[in-house]
Each structure stands twice: as structure tokens, then as C-alpha cells.
């Protein structure tokens, strides 16, 4: 399975170059798409089926392949024979990482907040939503912002950076809103000035609200994706695959390093190193 391209032309490539059954290419397109549209799975519904037209030996159902869309819908995990691995275009990195370094993307950068507390107020104006601040990765405690921003968070390591709908849990049925979306690669080693390289080519297709490095060996870019069409947002996934990223790190669910944070396992500040 190729994700170096869009669902559109990746399934209409399937019959001749792929593997697995039909049903199982369709659902790998469903993982992928769920991973970003979860809260829509009719959008993905209609983009898989738009796709699967493209199949000459095979005529796509739509029944069969809403009762696919469900079977992906209610699964906890991907089986590991339909785990799609990222498709890395390398080039295109060493192209991008001509027009871009370390040092733009810090000058490039607005003056942070000087506490955690002022950067929630940013992230999430004008409301007081549920959010998923942790200690570790097994942290499960839910707060107001409004709570969290009368305590210390400088020692938390995790952000979940979506609202959540309630206190109940940090699943992913349970994000009301998918704001953000974070752009995260351990293929690039710790030569820093690629990662920002890679993440200012990504600003200039989605709002870059903040970059904060990890305390290990990446960088942690937070872009706010809300008011963008899916059409579009698609497209941006694809350039995050492209580049690198990490496709867990765009599920809904998924934590984020605290900006301004602390990790704990290597004793390292997690830095903003850009603010937008």
C-alpha cells in the first residue's frame, strides 16, 4: 500500500500492483482515511467508493463497502496485515531541505507565551474545554482548561492537543473536535535543521501553531487544521507522509509533547522552538 499519494489514485492502482484480498485493499484506504476524518466516516465512505470506480476488474458496492467502513470503524486495532507503512520521499526532503534550516524557523517564530497556562489560552480561545494534559503515556486525567491552568504543568510531558466531549476517557470517539494535527518524524535522526526544514514547508500550507522539540530526537509540530476542507486536509496528509511523518501522530487521539514541558526519561526541556 502506497500513502505517498492520494486514496483516489492509490486504490485505482490496486487491482495490478497491490496485495491482499479486494476487501482488504479497501480497508486499508478506511484505516488511513479514519486516522484523520474519524468523526466522518461517510466523508470516507464516498472518497473510498469515488476510488474504488477507478478498479477496472472489480464494480465497487456501496453497501458493502459501508459494512467495511463499519467492520474499520469498531476495530480498537489494525490488524497487522493491513498496517499500511509510509512511503518517504527522500528527494523531495533533500530538495526542501535547501529552503529552510533551524534558525529561520526560530526567527520565523512570534515570542511565546511565558507559561503554559497563557499557551492553553491560545490554543483554545474564548472556552473552557475538556483536555488530556499527562504526566506519562499512561496518564488519563482530564481537566477543564480552566483547572489546568491553575497548576504547575511545567513537569507533564503530554498534550492531547484535541478538546475532548467529556471527562469519560481520551479515545478517540470521544474527541469532540479534530483542531490539531502534529507533524512528527524519527526518519530524519537529529539533524535539525531537516526537521525545519520539513515543518516550514508544511507552514505554507496549513497554520503552524507551534513547534516544540521533544526532548530526544524530533520535533513536535502542532498545525491547526480546523476550517480547512477535508479535500484539502487530504492532500496536506499526504505531503505529512511525504515528508516523513509519522502517520499515528495525526490520529485524533494521539498525545503531543508538551510545549514548555518536561520530558522525564531523558532530563530534557521540551523547548518551543517556534510560535505562531
Known amino acids: 500500500m502506497i500513502i505517498g499519494e492520494s486514496p483516489l489514485s492509490r486504490i485505482s492502482r490496486l487491482a495490478d500492483r497491490d496485495t491482499g484480498t479486494y476487501h482488504d485493499r479497501i480497508m486499508r484506504t478506511l484505516?488511513?482515511?479514519?486516522?484523520?476524518?474519524?468523526?466522518?466516516?461517510?466523508?470516507?465512505?464516498?472518497?473510498?467508493?469515488?476510488?474504488?470506480?477507478?478498479?477496472?476488474?472489480?464494480?465497487?458496492?456501496?453497501?458493502?463497502?459501508?459494512?467495511?467502513?463499519?467492520?474499520v470503524w469498531k476495530a480498537d486495532k489494525r490488524d497487522g496485515s493491513l498496517k499500511p507503512e509510509p512511503t518517504t520521499d527522500h528527494a523531495l526532503i533533500a530538495e526542501v531541505s535547501k529552503n529552510g534550516n533551524l534558525k529561520m524557523l526560530k526567527d520565523e517564530s512570534k515570542c511565546h507565551p511565558d507559561s503554559i497556562s497563557e499557551m492553553l489560552e491560545d490554543f483554545y480561545p474564548d472556552e473552557d474545554p475538556w483536555l488530556c494534559i499527562a504526566k506519562d503515556i499512561?496518564?488519563?486525567?482530564?481537566?477543564?482548561?480552566?483547572?489546568?491552568?491553575?497548576?504547575?504543568?511545567?513537569?507533564?510531558?503530554?498534550?492531547?492537543?484535541?478538546?475532548?466531549?467529556?471527562?469519560?476517557?481520551?479515545?478517540?470517539?470521544?474527541?469532540?473536535?479534530?483542531?490539531?494535527w502534529t507533524y512528527e518524524s524519527d526518519q530524519l535522526g537529529k539533524n535539525?535543521?531537516?526537521?525545519?526544514?520539513?515543518?516550514?514547508?508544511?507552514?505554507?500550507?496549513?497554520?503552524?501553531?507551534?513547534?516544540?522539540?521533544?526532548?530526544?530526537?524530533?520535533?513536535?509540530?502542532?498545525?491547526?487544521?480546523?476550517?480547512?476542507?477535508?479535500?484539502?486536509?487530504?492532500?496536506?496528509?499526504?505531503?505529512i507522509f511525504l515528508l516523513g511523518g509519522d502517520p499515528s501522530t495525526l490520529k485524533p487521539q494521539q498525545f503531543c509533547r508538551l510545549p514548555g514541558g518536561w520530558r522525564k526519561d531523558t532530563n530534557q526541556p521540551q523547548a518551543i522552538l517556534y510560535y505562531g
Request: hydrophobic residues 30%.
Open 138 to 180: 499512561y496518564d488519563t486525567e482530564i481537566k477543564r482548561k480552566s483547572e489546568w491552568q491553575k497548576m504547575d504543568l511545567t513537569k507533564h510531558e503530554f498534550l492531547l492537543p484535541n478538546p475532548l466531549k467529556d471527562s469519560t476517557s481520551r479515545k478517540a470517539d470521544n474527541i469532540s473536535e479534530v483542531r490539531y
Open 192 to 239: 535539525w535543521d531537516i526537521h525545519a526544514a520539513c515543518i516550514l514547508n508544511l507552514s505554507k500550507k496549513v497554520h503552524l501553531q507551534c513547534a516544540t522539540y521533544s526532548g530526544g530526537k524530533s520535533i513536535h509540530a502542532l498545525f491547526k487544521v480546523k476550517n480547512y476542507s477535508k479535500d484539502y486536509l487530504e492532500h496536506f496528509r499526504e505531503r
Open 31 to 71: 484505516f488511513i482515511l479514519k486516522d484523520c476524518f474519524y468523526d466522518d466516516m461517510e466523508y470516507c465512505i464516498d472518497k473510498c467508493y469515488q476510488a474504488a470506480q477507478a478498479c477496472q476488474y472489480r464494480q465497487p458496492n456501496h453497501l458493502e463497502i459501508e459494512r467495511l467502513a463499519e467492520f
